[in-house]
């Protein structure tokens, strides 16, 4: 993701922040390393917050003031394809709304092997889709031109802990749609044996030792669409250049130093040991309740 960015940035010609060469810096003029930089797996600590921010008000700084210029920039367009909204008189498949603060859609929801056949997309390829993953346990195939799968088995399938999860998820393989058209299949653990690559997209958030059922609850295709959207605006030439400057490694020097002299590096690894007991022990407690269920 990280390389993704860069070149994007590249592309663009637009200046970019990099918040893991930050943290190389902080480890290569200190010894301060895990929960004395992050308070638990994705969330850094206050005092590391307050570096990224002066560093990168210091690099906004350092841009020249008049940063858009007349020319010509072209980017891809994308859309959002609501499954439900293209289902007519389909057997074995329900919709359900769902809704949190953050989120809410239709859902089309089936609890075993299901296959939804789309037509009539106006697009070039299928780059995503958005699931309810405490109703999905199966794996996903799409196909057009090509075909790809997800493997969308997690621990937030049916645990009470996680009522609802939406995610949008990204395929690692864009799916080509076929003269407007687009299959998706939930398969069963029987169903999958024959697909030779699955991405497992649901790995990082504890893979479910149960097997796949089929179910699942979707909401949408992303897709990006054919052409291109333009503008007579662009990012001035000679922008594309890190944020982070050499001139703020001192005041970051500074920050790690005043840290260290507050909390001591056994400090940091009681703090890094604690942090690594609480995460196990929510595994633990959500494979007891998800067992309990």
Known sequence: MRSFYLKLSADWGIPYFDGYELMELIKSISDIRGFGLFLDVAHIRPWVCLVFAKSLLDGLESLPEQRLVA????????????????LAGTDGLAIAQRGSARASGRFVRSTEPATISLQDIDGEEGIGVCVNLSETNCFLELSGSNATALDLRSNYFENPAYR????ALPLMTAVAVADGRLQIRSLDAEGAASLTTI????AELGRSSRPATGQIEIADLFVRERGEVRSSNGPADGLNRPLLLPSSHAGIELAAGVYRSLFSKEHDEAETNAGRARAREKRRTKMRAAARA
Do not use: H
Request: with cysteine.
């Open 164 to 167: 609802l999860v939406i995610s």
């Open 71 to 86: 020319r010509e920039v072209t980017a891809p367009s994308f859309n959002c394809v609501g499954i439900a909204d293209r």
């Open 199 to 202: 991405t497992g997209m649901a």
